[in-house]
């Protein structure tokens, strides 16, 4: 049966984790044409949508990938109302933030878009900031060359 509430209330639920995507799969959680322009001819690909009992490449972070990720959190795109907790701490905190020189920025609900090679928008959940931090998530090298771009 379909919730009866107007989305803006469903959007007040519990925290929940988020969807799971594989790397550099078509984005598909919001509609692409908010990561990239209807005309451009440009792919919106999925980074960092990880989900609990995935394997996960981990490895250490390419030096300054994480301040450059988190800077990209301070400006991030489709904001919800909605937040996600994270999938893979055994008890996730219902709010995640990190701190990023003055600045504490709060992931989990909106997301990071980075461009890439010609034609590629990457798409990823603030959460992966936590994600590389806390549980050594290694995403796909050229994302962390276009991020290392930015
Ligand atoms: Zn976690």
């Keep these: 049966m379909a919730d009866p509430r107007p989305s803006s ?7 929940c984790v988020v969807s799971w995507y594989a790397d550099l799969s078509p984005y598909t959680y919001l509609d692409s044409r908010r990561v990239v322009a209807d005309d451009d001819g440009a792919t919106a690909l999925n980074i960092g949508w990880l989900g609990a009992g995935i394997r996960n490449p981990t490895g250490p972070a390419h030096d300054g990938f994480l301040p ?4 990209l959190a301070r400006h991030s795109h489709n904001q919800t109302r909605g937040r996600h907790i994270c999938a893979l701490c055994d008890d ?3 709010i995640i933030t990190m701190t ?7 992931l989990g609900s909106s997301e990071i878009h ?3 090679g010609e034609g590629i928008v990457y798409a ?10 806390a549980h050594e998530y290694l995403p796909p090298q050229e994302f962390v060359d276009a991020v290392m771009r930015t």
């Design 124 to 133: 990823a959940p603030t959460m992966i900031c936590h994600y590389v931090a």
């Design 114 to 116: 980075v461009p890439g």
């Design 68 to 71: 450059r990720l988190l800077e």
């Design 9 to 15: 209330a469903r959007e007040h639920q519990t925290p």
């Design 92 to 94: 996730p905190p219902a």
């Design 100 to 106: 990023h020189g003055l600045h504490r920025v709060g």
